[in-house]
């Protein structure tokens, strides 16, 4: 292929893509879509990318008017969608009129892995960036410097790179902090923070209790606004919200607290860091968020949220105040997402890390064979609703099975093996697609008098049985003992014979690692197991063909599921 041809195709699918996503081209399914027409890029597109994403962003750039212009005029062949089409269409944002311009932001932690969950929060940040014209920000919430770890900025792009999420701006609120200080100083000279020097048992207390703290009852001086801006406060600095409220996110919350250690991009420079309390609204309105979207958990916090900006407001910081949008977290049943559930089955012994096949993080769904269309979809089905759900792993599954099933392709494996021999075999090799219906090549397997077939299938056959092996011909049983003997009978499919799989003489010893998210326990306190028959291993053979496969290969077995190879001769079984 030329560098135009390869060109042209990356332009052909990106043109496409961002004509099916309100004018944002999707990188993930993209490449997806190039190596189902070019397979063979496919060992080579991880050097390919340098010169993938530049198109991507060209396309980007453009205005969804103009995409599907050249769309129709250079591949009038591709039918495009627009906006109105969307597969799972989301209501309008509120008082979007009232924007200049509609920005939205995803604020990860670089505290630990990204989840599923977070796919939901990206994805809805994304498209209404795009449903509405507008931009996605992408801001590292990294204001507890003994949480946050270089590895997980890292692996935080990674996970969006993959899931072919580029971001508008890649932010740090970190970057933030000289800034937050300025505001929290007016904040505290207009009497809406105080230090609290309260032992921290005493302050959860007086919350409980609707009891006001002494320190709040008299104004700030100057040698307290002093100590703050030289980071010399014993205590911690509160909101003076109110103390009497039913919400108890405004019972003097804590907005800035002492916290020595080294933060992984400021070094030493700072030691007084904002809670998200106060660092989120701030940040929100120093970048012109249009909408913060949030999950349900922090409805009780919205009160607080919006004073903040208020106040902000007022100090002439913003000229439109952010506004929320709650969304109910996603939660999958048959594996958690919680970090100390997580954790819980580390300590224990039953996961050895966070990328176990068996989670639903971004890294362990990638190494089982999810692919960035299958998990968008299946989060964009679930769109804004803020009623609360735990989809079965199974509805996830699906979604990933329609993704991948035009571009994977089929080839035979039997497990539990047993030998079949057959007289009278009038063919030498036989000549099979590799997909039914799309065009992915083919392969030819050389035919003996010798075939493998799985026990499972023939166990209940008796001498004189007739069958069927599929896509070849049809056979009778003479015999059943450690080998099966059989003869054959004709090439006539008859639509009674029973259908089995089998390999041909030459098949390999293949392993497939097998997990099943049906097999766990939920204790009464919420804590979470799975059972020890949720990781098996179903050894087998596998025809010859699959001694080219290599890592990261994706393929599906006639009758077993779709797989992703992981090693030589063995692979996970990603689904049925």
């Not at 007016?186 to 302050?203: G, P, T």
């Not at 030459?506 to 028959?533: H, Q, R, W």
């Amino acid at each position: 292929m030329t560098n135009s041809e390869f060109e042209d195709l990356v332009f052909k699918h990106s043109l496409f893509n961002a004509s099916q996503h309100a004018g944002r081209a999707n990188l993930g399914s993209i490449i997806n879509k190039i190596i189902a027409e070019k397979p063979e890029l496919k060992s080579d597109i991880k050097n390919l990318m340098n010169e993938i994403k530049p198109i991507v962003e060209k396309i980007n750039s453009m205005s969804p008017e103009k995409q599907i212009e050249l769309l129709q005029k250079d591949f009038p062949n591709m039918k495009s969608k627009t906006k109105h089409d969307e597969k799972f269409p989301l209501p309008s944002l509120p008082n979007f009129n009232s924007y200049e311009k509609i920005i939205t932001r995803f604020s990860p932690n670089p505290n630990g892995h990204l989840h599923i969950g977070h796919v939901k929060a990206f994805r809805l940040d994304l498209r209404y960036a795009q449903k509405h014209s507008g931009k996605l920000f992408l801001r590292f919430d990294d204001t507890n410097p003994i949480a946050i770890k270089t590895e997980f900025y890292n692996e935080i792009l990674e996970n969006l790179d993959w899931m072919g999420i580029i971001p508008d701006q890649i932010t740090y609120t970190s970057d933030y902090l000289d800034e937050i200080y300025k505001i929290a100083t007016q904040m505290f000279y207009d009497n809406h923070l105080y230090i609290c020097e309260c032992e921290s048992d005493l302050i959860k207390n007086n919350r409980l209790k609707k009891q006001t703290c002494e320190h709040s009852l008299s104004d700030n001086s100057d040698k307290q606004i002093s100590d703050f801006l030289s980071s010399r406060i014993n205590g911690v600095v509160r909101f003076k919200g109110d103390m009497k409220s039913d919400n108890t996110a405004m019972r003097d919350p804590i907005m800035l607290r002492l916290v020595v250690g080294e933060h992984p991009r400021t070094g030493k420079k700072y030691n007084i860091w904002p809670t998200y309390d106060l660092a989120a609204p701030i940040t929100d309105c120093l970048e012109k968020v249009s909408h913060a979207l949030r999950s349900k958990e922090f409805e009780l916090r919205d009160e607080l949220y919006n004073e903040i900006t208020q106040i902000l407001s007022n100090q002439g910081k913003v000229k439109s105040r952010p506004s929320l949008v709650s969304f109910s977290r996603l939660s999958m049943k048959g594996s958690p997402t919680s970090k100390s559930n997580i954790k819980s089955l580390l300590d224990k012994g039953q996961i050895d890390n966070w990328h176990d096949i068996r989670l639903v993080t971004l890294s362990a769904l990638h190494k089982r064979g999810f692919i960035p269309e299958g998990i968008s979809n299946f989060v964009d089905s679930l769109g804004l609703s803020k009623s609360e759900s735990s989809p079965d792993f199974e509805l996830l599954a699906s979604f990933n099975r329609k993704a991948r099933d035009k571009s994977d392709k089929r080839y035979f494996f039997v497990p539990n093996p047993v030998k079949l021999q057959i007289n009278n075999v009038p063919i030498k090799s036989i000549t099979l697609n590799h997909h039914p219906t799309e065009n992915l090549g083919n392969r030819t397997i050389e035919l003996s008098d010798e075939f493998y077939v799985s026990h499972d299938d023939v166990d209940s056959l008796n001498a004189g049985d007739e069958i069927r092996l599929m896509d070849l011909f049809n056979i009778k049983i003479i015999e059943k003992t450690n080998t099966i003997t059989a003869d054959y009978t004709s090439t006539k499919p008859l639509s009674n014979l029973k259908k089995i799989q089998w390999v041909s003489h030459d098949g390999i010893d293949f392993n497939l690692l097998i997990p099943d998210n049906e097999k766990y326990t939920v204790a009464s306190d919420g804590s979470f197991e799975f059972l020890p028959d949720s990781l098996t291993t179903r050894n087998g053979i596998a025809e010859s063909h699959c001694k080219t496969l290599t890592e990261g290969d994706m393929l599906q077995f006639n009758r077993i599921g779709f797989c992703r190879v992981i090693s030589e001769n063995s692979a996970i079984l990603s689904h049925k």
